[in-house]
């Protein structure tokens, strides 16, 4: 019992008891990798001793640049597992930004793949504290590069090194991994996880009614590893023995048909502009899924119409799950019990469009403006707190504030939880439109528009208005090749919504554009269209 939870026995759990079970990735060189969880293991350990013998230190950060593979995730476990760091950098980011957060991580090895070589050598002078670079690679594919000094080759590091290595056992409390929030406003903070923390989110994320993952599952991760651990998915793999199939940088919609459809995947996670593509490409072919039956998507509001598609046309069942950077990310899933099962198909959907209830180990709560708790009616929207043992308490080195407010994590999200204690958020605080003191909620305005048949992708705003304040302005990309009028749309809102809530006008883009972590970047288009309404008045 005194036994500290620490992330290697995840992975001598899964050499032990599932040696067979694959691991297969779409490699940046182009072809697909197939090994075992027992040769993950060994290569894991000739990993932790080549960080030995590169004097990498407990509490060491070392950094990765890398998409969703094999290599990433012997990094995972060889990294955490011999107490230092797993530092995951975000290779959306500017060059700029990933600089600075290398250096204020303090990355002591940088391993990257090799698509971004072109980010590496534009930081390779700006980052003194990395003390070497390696490439994710063999020695046939090393590139040439004169920028970078001494690089190193992955695979000889892998090769050159024994796989007798003895996981260390040190308290449960030390660091594991690290990760940037995207930053949208002011310099990224660094969300620290732990092993202990880390083990409980695996245990919890595991559960039937949160993410559901058993053996005899075969899971693709398209949510990247570079971003709050793929949402725990290669831990909860080890743990359970779940196949993983890795799609390396290939995430266009024919990519991954092809990749579910040959690897049998059943389960499969992402964001919804990712499945956005996939299903436009299931759709334009004509092709379903033989073998998936569940798909988990967050990282910002799965629209109705997602939902639908993916149930009713492809029989594939929808977990809206919702999280945060510095949760883990796990908080919420909509996992529906008994009597909502019992629910027609629109009642469901309904339901669907929620976040979800809190998984065992979150606890939340919605506050109002001076921060008195609100009743979990379903209607009453509040500023959504949380706390629990993998949700952070200060962000790496302390810099961001003291984030909590008395005990309690503020999510900066505005949300309503019902008396089932299903969570739904109507927005982003820094989102929300404020039109004559009340609040409109721009989520519901976006997944209306979503429903619509000629429209990609809609993003609702607040646009300065001289009566109101605010008002909502929807903008919209198109679907190619399919057309719709201001008034059309606009009149798609009529008895689906309370009528002041209707967006004011419509602006028509050729695309949205998405942030780092595939999220639409509201705070762009208000820089462009914020005065919109002004102009037309
Ligand atoms: P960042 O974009 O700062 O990197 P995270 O990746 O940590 O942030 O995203 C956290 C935020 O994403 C949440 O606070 C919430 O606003 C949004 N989000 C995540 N999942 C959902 C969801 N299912 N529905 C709506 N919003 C979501």
């Known amino acids: 019992m005194d036994q500290p939870l620490l992330i290697s026995a995840l992975l001598t759990h899964a050499e032990r008891h599932h040696g067979d079970q694959q691991i297969v990735s779409r490699r940046v060189e182009g072809d697909v990798h197939r090994c075992t969880f027992r040769e993950l293991g060994a290569r894991a350990r000739r990993m932790a001793n080549a960080l030995d013998a590169h004097g990498i230190d407990m509490g060491d950060r070392i950094a990765t640049l890398a998409w969703n593979g094999y290599r990433h995730m012997e990094l995972y476990y060889a990294v955490s597992g011999s107490g230092a760091v797993l530092h995951t950098l975000n290779p959306r980011l500017h060059p700029d930004q990933v600089a600075w957060i290398v250096n204020h991580a303090e990355d002591r090895i940088l391993f990257f793949d090799l698509s971004f070589l072109p980010l590496v050598e534009a930081i390779v002078d700006r980052v003194p504290t990395v003390k070497a670079f390696v490439a994710m690679t063999d020695r046939a594919h090393m590139p040439a590069t004169s920028k970078i000094r001494g690089l190193l080759c992955y695979e000889e590091l892998v090769e050159d090194h024994s796989s007798e290595f003895h996981w260390p056992r040190f308290d449960e409390q030390r660091a594991s991994s690290l990760c940037y929030t995207s930053g949208t406003t002011g310099n990224p903070k660094g969300a620290l996880y732990s092993h202990r923390s880390t083990m409980l989110h695996t245990y919890a994320a595991a559960l039937p009614d949160a993410l559901n993952c058993s053996a005899a599952d075969v899971i693709l991760p398209v949510v990247p590893m570079f971003h709050v651990n793929a949402w725990g998915l290669p831990y909860v793999a080890c743990m359970v023995g779940a196949k993983l199939v890795f799609p390396g940088p290939w995430l266009d919609g024919k990519s991954l048909h092809e990749l579910i459809e040959s690897e049998g995947v059943t389960l499969s996670a992402g964001v ?3 499945w956005q593509g996939l299903l436009a490409h299931a759709e ?50 909509c996992a529906l019990k008994p009597a909502q099962l019992a629910l027609g198909d629109e009642a469901r959907l309904a339901i669907q469009a929620k976040q979800g209830r809190a998984v065992f180990g979150v606890d ?9 708790e609100l009743p979990h009616d379903g209607a009453a929207a509040g500023e959504l707190m949380v706390c629990g043992p993998w949700i952070i308490g200060s962000y ?21 939880i019902d008396a089932e204690g299903f969570m739904q958020i109507t927005d982003r605080s820094k989102d929300v439109i404020k039109s004559g003191g009340e609040w409109i909620g721009s989520i519901d305005l976006e997944n209306i528009a979503m429903a619509h048949p000629a429209v990609a992708m809609a993003a609702c705003i607040a646009a300065r208005h001289a009566k109101w304040g605010e008002r909502p302005l929807l903008v919209v990309a198109l679907k190619p090749g399919k057309s719709a009028t201001r008034s059309e749309l606009l009149g798609f809102y009529e008895g689906r919504i309370a009528k002041w809530w209707t967006p004011d006008d419509v602006v028509f883009v050729d695309s949205i554009p998405l942030g780092a972590t595939g999220k639409m970047l509201k705070n762009r288009l208000r820089d462009l269209f914020q005065d919109h309404l002004l102009a037309v008045a």
């Open 272 to 274: 919804p502009t990712v």
């Open 284 to 333: 334009s072919q004509g092709q379903g899924f033989k073998s998936m039956r569940r798909t988990i998507i967050g990282g910002s509001a799965c629209p109705p119409a997602m939902t639908r598609s993916f149930q009713e046309q492809y029989g594939v069942h929808v977990l809206h799950a919702w999280g945060m950077t510095e949760m883990s990310p796990l908080g919420t899933v």
């Open 364 to 372: 939340m709560k919605i506050v109002d403006a001076e921060g008195k």
């Open 396 to 416: 790496f080195k302390g810099d961001g504030g003291n984030p909590l407010v008395d005990g309690w994590f503020p999510t900066g999200d505005v949300a309503t």
